[in-house]
């Protein structure tokens, strides 16, 4: 990676041949090369508190977006154009898989009210919050034409918590009782932001009408139902093929692939239904993990435990390399420039409405879990609710992608309020991330 | 897969909605569903001799095309377009990796003057005889203008053996000299055809010039040289990357998804610079599974052993259940429809030549061999070389690619004579898979 001259030469090569199949072999090679580096950059920052794989991932793509951007003459910062696609079906399935596979679940399930309450109310409360903040305040901004449909979606992307971010910063081994609270919050929330950014896009709100409450809150509850019930299924199915056929007296590498395949099936086929993927895959790797893993052979248990950790480590890092280098895309920033401080002052409003819509629920719905439970030992204690109510500030991927849906076509932003909207959304993004992580 | 009447209901929707995601969602379903299934079916036929897994997919890939083929009322029998892309970037690489990470190192390298005799010479020798024997013979066939270059290519295409499924018919265990030979023959007839392909693609074959061979020579000899060196050095830059930070004391993940990446860098390292990827992936899994593997925590080691495999046996299926799905595809048997007497007779006079080539070099090379080994232990029998000869017959993934990056633009085949050539190279595919197979 120190071939800065050679570097060059293939940028320019990049650009001299865009259209070319090759110029998406020269990024692939960055790509893949800047991945390892963050793997043994990572591995020897390992020492330092306040470092993890999500930051180190963040700066060295922030990095390697300057010298692009230096290289091609102020073009482009980026190699590849962000694809909701990339996303949604390679990068996210792994990673929530492996969360469901990993989760501890007698935690989970004592748990799971209260997760439910945090996951579905709290992410409404939450962008109710932010949306009725984000209309009290952008009308004086000068930022351009928003209409109420903006205006709640920009509520539903910023009430997605990082799932997966949060799994770096609590200990499943030493805070078991936050872990499972913030990470099953994380998966239930990443659910309700998705549902309720496809109810607002999806609905007329020209008008305002009561049935739409009641019409989403059926359309949740099916969603969440259904959801659930389809990973238990597939994971039912592949542990009910596995033990029949008992594939291990001949060959491991097939119930590898099988559960492999089963898991990912299980997300497509959600994505098929208009299901939550997330909460199948989900619910499908703790079924998988409870059922299917216990009737493998010994070396399958070894070779899938290990090879569904390092596929979802794989997409994360993947995921915070291109937020960071994408975060210099010029063309976003073009707008932007004209009146930096108003792009301050949104995203500072917006930091501010996520902390605020945060606390308007993280502490009421603690209070009501409490009164619920008899012992004084299962409560959540106030410095645990300040813990739970900091560690999901952190907004990641799911918000990256949904504001790309909302304010892009096709990779590229033409209006200024929305170019505003992204450059807003990757500065809360990068703010959040690097500033609630070393905290911990 | 029972669901044969919500299946229809999809094709319906594949069709009326072909620009859309959800389209693409739908044939993700089914193809990973169908992976799913012959992974089943595969174990379930475990039993019998005359089958496996490149078969079952072969079968269940026709079928499914022919289920499509009358649900989409005769418009079309395959769920993806072939991209050779996804068999070049994504498909093969971890089969021939995987092959590289498995091999018997002592048997491969005490051969390796015959292996190279036999991917090299045999292959140019293979690749005159057919190519000779297209001119002489298509000219009677009345089936339309081919010029010398396409003759050549149609050489180079039959020359490519199938090295996907010679792992399969020959076990490394039972008879690891034949293995080795007819294995390390295909790893290095893939690069000596590609090369060959991309030699007389770019060359100007209406003058002739004895200087072309010379320049093919030297460029062959710098592609192989070339392509092994940099395998074998990202090998051995990922063995001391991971004894020296000795990644283990932490992390199973870093070291498993350090490896893969790196394997992956070495291939696309090698395409950037347009060597042979598959060349230069094969050393370098040679090379991880002679150091870097012996440097890793043993929970890696059974990890990378089996994901390795397990991604080499999917990729495999993926390659052979979409052949066998393609095979139907009615525009390219439009053409052919006309005058079904041609196609016969090319195909079977291709399928001639393919032997023919094959004997051409197999037994002379063979009898070179052992002129140069003393003891008489060594030699290769006749009955060997039958075997050599035979197991060397199937043409495959490989062949499909070129055929389809020489006779068509973009997936879709114009002219009558192009048309031919992608149908009988079909033909002699699933002909000489299935056939060949068999026997063993």
Known sequence: MDNGFELGAWVQKLYMLSTSDHASVVSMNLFV??????????????????????????????????????MSRG????????????????????????AGFQVKKKQFFRNFITIMLFGAFGTLISCAVISTGVMLFFKNLEIGYLDISDYLAIGAIFAATDSVCTLQVLSQDETPLLYSLVFGEGVVNDATSVVLFNAIQSSDLTTIDPTIALHFIGSFLYLFLASTLLGVLT??????????????????????????????????????????????????????????????????????????????????TFIFLYVGMDALDIEKWRFVSDSPGTSVAVSSTLLCLVLLGRAAFVFPLSFLTNLTKKSQNEHITFGQQVIIWWAGLMRGAVSMALAYNKFTTSGHTKLRPHAIMITSTITVVLFSTMVTNPVF
Chains 1, 2 share one sequence.
């Not at 390992?46 to 692009?68: F, H, K, Q």
């Not at 073009?75 to 492996?98: G, Q, R």
């Open 33 to 70: 090369a800047l991945l390892c580096g963050c793997i043994v950059i990572g591995h020897l920052l390992e020492g330092y508190r306040w470092m993890n794989e999500s930051i180190t991932a963040l700066i060295i793509g922030l990095c390697t977006g300057v010298v692009i951007l230096l």
């Open 75 to 98: 073009k482009s910062s980026h190699l590849l154009v962000f694809s909701e696609d990339l996303f949604f079906i390679y990068l996210l399935p792994p990673i929530i898989f492996n």
């Open 235 to 316: 994971g039912l199915l592949s542990a009910f093929i596995i033990k029949k056929l008992y594939f291990g007296r001949h060959s491991t590498d097939r119930e590898v692939a099988l559960m492999i395949l089963m898991a990912y099936l299980s997300y497509i086929l959600a994505e098929l239904f208009y299901l939550s993927g997330i909460l199948t895959v989900f619910f499908c790797g703790i079924v998988m993990s409870h059922y299917t893993w216990h009737n493998v052979t010994e070396s399958s248990r070894i070779t899938t435990k290990h090879a569904f950790a390092t596929l979802s480590f794989v997409a994360e």
